[in-house]
């Protein structure tokens, strides 16, 4: 491979836009102001990758990663007191992707702000190191390809509208963060992740959004239907959660409960759609959506109870009974109002359907 000599100006301007403006803002302070040995020797680790690059000893992407290990090298005692911090209140398990086939998430109901954005900022830290260790050895391997659906953004739910204000105060180091109001999702998006549209419902009335690139790309599908407008955001909390995966296509049908039946029979060809795996049913008062919905379709469906109710349904009691009790074949029920770990049972659901997509 034959790197491509540009002049220096460009060089620094192209490094500028990879997130190293702090590192090179230094360089340059240390340029003019060295006093001491440590200083010029940093400034000279600086200017030898610099030099490389326009000589074409190295490529552009390596000098991305060596120019993040320098920037991680300096503030590793700083980063040393932070993880200290982190392990005194939380283990956190970056391998459950890989082991269990869906990622951990943050649930935030209980935990400060400033617990949930660290947690967060630690997540989003090992999966850019992990992304700029692919990008090394594609240096090697002109072959291998980043796949962006190997990676995920990271979730935090249950965050309610105090915590999201307390959360934007925060500093963030290792990605963006966006909040989805309806579900009460946090999104994590890491720096080193190549951007992916994330579609949310902000609007109730909007009842059929599909989820961000992944619809171009031949995926299962998963619809996610609820019995009214009041358990939309239990349901939004498993669309949200799906199509932060990037592994699957979401189709949201809401507000056909059984008061009106012909509502969701108006939905059947939705709901029979080739293309739909599985699909994920949320209902309240007498949750009896998720039973007519495994009686009109093959596919596995999953039933979520909402806590939406008069007094006898007792918190979402009642329509897990009765989900519990269905008479149809094939329907799952997870707990109440449990819309992410509904999400996290139909996407393994469809595993087989990834592995041929």
Same mark, same amino acid.
């Given at each position: 491979?034959?790197?491509?000599?540009?002049?220096?100006?460009?060089?620094?301007?192209?490094?500028?836009?990879?997130?190293?403006?702090?590192?090179?803002?230094?360089?340059? !302070?240390?340029?003019?102001?060295?006093?001491?040995?440590?200083?010029? +020797?940093?400034?000279?680790? $600086?200017? *030898? %990758? &610099?030099? @490389?690059?326009?000589?074409?000893?190295?490529?552009?992407?390596?000098?991305?990663?060596?120019?993040?290990?320098?920037?991680?090298?300096?503030?590793?005692?700083?980063?040393?007191?932070?993880?200290?911090?982190?392990?005194?209140?939380?283990?956190?398990?970056?391998?459950?992707?890989? !082991?269990?086939?869906?990622?951990?998430?943050?649930?935030?109901?209980? +935990?400060?702000?400033?617990? $949930?954005? *660290? %947690? &967060?900022? @630690?997540?989003?830290?090992?999966?850019?190191?992990?992304?700029?260790?692919?990008?090394?050895?594609?240096?090697?391997?002109?072959?291998?390809?980043?796949?962006?659906?190997?990676?995920?953004?990271?979730?935090?739910?249950?965050?309610?509208?105090?915590?999201?204000?307390?959360?934007?105060?925060?500093?963030?180091?290792?990605?963006?963060?966006?909040?989805?109001?309806?579900?009460?999702?946090?999104?994590?998006?890491?720096?080193?992740?190549?951007?992916?549209?994330?579609?949310?419902?902000?609007?109730?009335?909007?009842?059929?959004?599909?989820?961000?690139?992944?619809?171009?790309?031949?995926?299962?599908?998963?619809?996610?239907?609820?019995?009214?407008?009041?358990?939309?955001?239990?349901?939004?909390?498993?669309?949200?959660?799906?199509?932060?995966?990037?592994?699957?296509?979401?189709?949201?049908?809401?507000?056909?409960?059984?008061?009106?039946?012909?509502?969701?029979?108006?939905?059947?060809?939705?709901?029979?759609?080739?293309?739909?795996?599985?699909?994920?049913?949320?209902?309240?008062?007498?949750?009896?959506?998720?039973?007519?919905?495994?009686?009109?379709?093959?596919?596995?469906?999953?039933?979520?109870?909402?806590?939406?109710?008069?007094?006898?349904?007792?918190?979402?009691?009642?329509?897990?009974?009765?989900?519990?009790?269905?008479?149809?074949?094939?329907?799952?029920?997870?707990?109440?109002?449990?819309?992410?770990?509904?999400?996290?049972?139909?996407?393994?659901?469809?595993?087989?359907?990834?592995?041929?997509?």
């Amino acid at each position: 491979m034959i790197a491509q000599v540009i002049p220096k100006s460009k060089l620094i301007a192209c490094l500028v836009n990879c997130r190293f403006m702090k590192t090179i803002t230094h360089c340059e !302070r240390s340029l003019s102001t060295a006093t001491t040995n440590n200083i010029n +020797k940093e400034t000279n680790t $600086i200017q *030898s %990758i &610099l030099q @490389n690059v326009q000589n074409g000893k190295i490529h552009t992407m390596e000098a991305e990663a060596l120019l993040s290990n320098l920037s991680n090298d300096n503030s590793n005692n700083t980063n040393n007191s932070d993880k200290k911090v982190l392990e005194s209140y939380a283990n956190i398990d970056h391998d459950r992707a890989s !082991r269990a086939g869906f990622p951990e998430a943050v649930f935030s109901q209980g +935990k400060t702000p400033e617990q $949930i954005v *660290s %947690i &967060l900022d @630690n997540m989003a830290e090992y999966i850019n190191t992990d992304i700029m260790n692919e990008k090394r050895m594609m240096m090697n391997d002109g072959d291998k390809i980043i796949k962006k659906m190997d990676y995920n953004s990271i979730l935090a739910t249950r965050c309610d509208s105090e915590s999201w204000e307390a959360i934007q105060k925060l500093p963030v180091n290792n990605g963006t963060l966006t909040y989805h109001s309806v579900s009460k999702i946090v999104t994590m998006h890491p720096s080193q992740l190549v951007s992916v549209s994330e579609s949310s419902i902000e609007d109730p009335t909007i009842l059929d959004v599909a989820g961000g690139d992944n619809n171009k790309i031949n995926y299962p599908k998963i619809i996610v239907a609820c019995a009214g407008t009041t358990d939309v955001p239990i349901a939004e909390e498993a669309a949200i959660t799906l199509q932060s995966s990037n592994r699957c296509q979401v189709e949201r049908v809401y507000d056909v409960g059984v008061a009106g039946l012909h509502r969701i029979l108006n939905a059947l060809p939705k709901l029979r759609d080739p293309d739909v795996k599985c699909i994920i049913v949320c209902a309240g008062m007498d949750g009896a959506l998720p039973s007519v919905v495994a009686g009109l379709v093959k596919v596995p469906v999953i039933a979520v109870p909402t806590s939406i109710g008069y007094g006898a349904c007792f918190g979402g009691v009642s329509a897990l009974l009765t989900m519990l009790n269905s008479c149809a074949p094939g329907v799952a029920v997870v707990n109440i109002d449990n819309g992410f770990g509904a999400a996290a049972l139909a996407f393994k659901c469809i595993q087989d359907h990834n592995k041929t997509a």
